[in-house]
């Protein structure tokens, strides 16, 4: 018999604030105690950018998973799984399928070769100047999308655990998680950041396994019944099958496979995800960092299938939909619906540690982007001394964390896991050819990469601007007006092939040729890893 609790009353959730900002306050204030202590290592560019290459493969791994399973993870897929069903889930079948790519085409060919950033990689065989820059305009656009996601989702989240829903209330909440990113960062460093992953990374897939043991409970440990229930209450066996919110049209399943390609491309491309690699001291920790995150990423995954399903049935799909913070309220109500006010602060808390603890590593390494590339190897032309080149990412931290609170409030009230999906179709589309070209190809030389990632980023970055996303629909971000000529919501189906033709074009039309000595030379390093140690550490 399946006793399944009384429904979720979301009015009773402002009766919980002082527990919720009680247990964000502890957070808090453990974390930054981490950071602080964290901080006192930080004495050399290495340190602030990689950590002094000090964590283990598993602890590096751990810090992955971290700053993989972002509010997108856990409140949007949650919530889409909730809404849509079965296609819902097709965005954790995308992260997680994606990381092999990450695991047998880059992970350990990127360490061998880099040093702190993307850059460092495409530089060594290619001319740096215009190679620096294009790489580190790409990492800032790809940073800037992802952090709008996590902002967004800060809003949505805060917003309903303190009943917020006027728009001025929720802006101010997003300046704080802003405020208190940039503490992170300045003070902590890649160090203090990593800390905070891997505590992040612990509680949110202990917290996920608490609830989801819990939902199984419910319904007897089987999955059938949970199915059953989920379907039942919505009043629709549609949510347990394809289609419901991809397939009804030839446009939406073009729009399904443009996702999946952003998916499971964009992992190997993303500039937060590929700067971890540098925090390990070696190839081999590099590569078993990626395997510990594959572990603990595809356990996480799994989790979100019954956590989604679960909230549909136990939650409704209405009450979600009409809730403070919409569709990514869907795993903070189910928690208040299992354990009520405790367990909404712990997953709440969870949950804002998680925002916190990803844009504080995609702010660090959009400064290290410009500091390093820019503004080290360009403006000052490697001849910035170190105490310099961080003092230059510091400032930098603080312009970048105007900007996410700016766009986050923007972008405010959107699915986060929708938002994420367009940071990894820039990310696909910018990044990834000219990864791919450069470890493998040859022949590829500097116009190539050029035309690659500035093609790449302009065409996702237009076509987003010109999809629904922007306006023309119910959810868009401008709303009343409408100028989406491009029917698509996700752009990665047209930008990603057309960035590995730019840069194949831009390498086929170009007379002058790199030096082959480098090519080789790269070609062996990234191979075997000789040379790579020394490299680095001077």
Known sequence: MITIPAAVDVAALKDTTLLNMGIFALFVAVTMVIVLRASRNNKTAADYYAAGRSFTGSQNGTAIAGDYLSAASFLG????????????????????VAWLVALLLVAELLRNTGKYTMADVLSFRLRQRPVRIAAAIS???VCFFYLLAQMAGAGSLISLLLGI???????????VVGALMIMYVLIGGMKGTTWVQIIKACLLIAGAAVMTLWVLAIYGFNLSSLLGGAAEAANNPAVLNPGLQYGKTETSKLDFMSLALALVLGTAALPHVLMRFYTVPTAKEARKSVVWSIWLIGLFYIFTLVLGYGAAALVGADTIKGAPGGVNSAAPLLAFHLGGPLLLG???AVAFATI??????LTITAAASFAHDIYANVIAKGKADADTEVKVARRTVIVIGILAILGGIFANGQNVAFLVALAFAVAASANLPTIIYSLFWRRFTTQGAVWSMYGGLASAIILIALSPVVSGGATSMIKGANFAVFPLSNPGIVSIPLAFLLGWLGTVVDKRRED?????????????GVGAERAVEH
């Open 77 to 96: 897929i949650t919530g889409a799984i909730a809404i849509n069903g079965y296609d819902g889930f097709m965005y954790s079948i995308g992260f997680l």
């Open 346 to 348: 712990f997953i709440s």
């Open 165 to 175: 829903s006027d728009w001025g209330g929720q802006a101010l909440v997003i300046i």
């Open 139 to 141: 990492t800032l656009a």
């Open 356 to 361: 916190l603890a990803v844009v504080a590593g």
């Open 516 to 528: 082959r000595s480098k090519q080789a030379e790269m070609e062996v390093r990234s191979l075997t």
